[in-house]
């Protein structure tokens, strides 16, 4: 499986984003997939996640402002962001997990793309 992360970009706070993870192979979907970021000098933090069913969840600090959706069609999961502050600028990662389930711990996770930089400028 291969995970190819697009839509990263400079952006100035208010601004939004929408990311693309593109997966190849059969099991996306059947799978759930997840969005984490890593900030330089942080550790890779949980963002959002989408089971193969559609159902999501995020992490209170994108709460009402970014939202995962997935197209299985096209083998692609999305995350459009808006309202973005300089803090959420990170490398966003996208991957794909385990099961069905989509959890937040990075164990839940077995495949990782390459990562997409997003700059929020203040």
Same mark, same amino acid.
């Given at each position: ?5 697009? +839509?990263?970009?400079?952006? /100035?706070?208010?601004?939004?984003? &929408? ?11 059947? #799978?759930?997939? +997840?969005?984490? %970021? ?5 550790? %890779? ?24 959706? %997935?197209? #299985? ?21 996208? *991957?794909?997990? %385990? ?5 937040? +711990? !990075? *164990?839940?996770? &077995?495949?990782?793309? /390459?990562?997409? !930089? ?5």
């Amino acid at each position: 499986v291969q995970l190819q992360a697009s +839509g990263g970009g400079l952006v /100035q706070a208010g601004g939004s984003l &929408r990311l693309h993870c593109a997966a190849s192979g059969s099991i996306f979907s059947n #799978n759930g997939m +997840g969005w984490y %970021r890593q900030a330089p000098g942080k550790e %890779r933090e949980f963002v959002a996640a989408i089971t193969s069913v559609g159902s999501t969840n995020y992490a209170d600090s994108v709460k009402g402002r970014f939202t995962i959706s %997935r197209d #299985n069609a096209k083998n692609t999961v999305y995350l459009q962001m808006n309202a973005l502050k300089p803090e959420d600028t990170a490398v966003y990662y996208c *991957a794909v997990s %385990r099961s069905s389930y989509a959890g937040r +711990g !990075l *164990a839940d996770y &077995r495949y990782w793309g /390459q990562g997409t !930089l997003v700059t929020v400028s203040s």
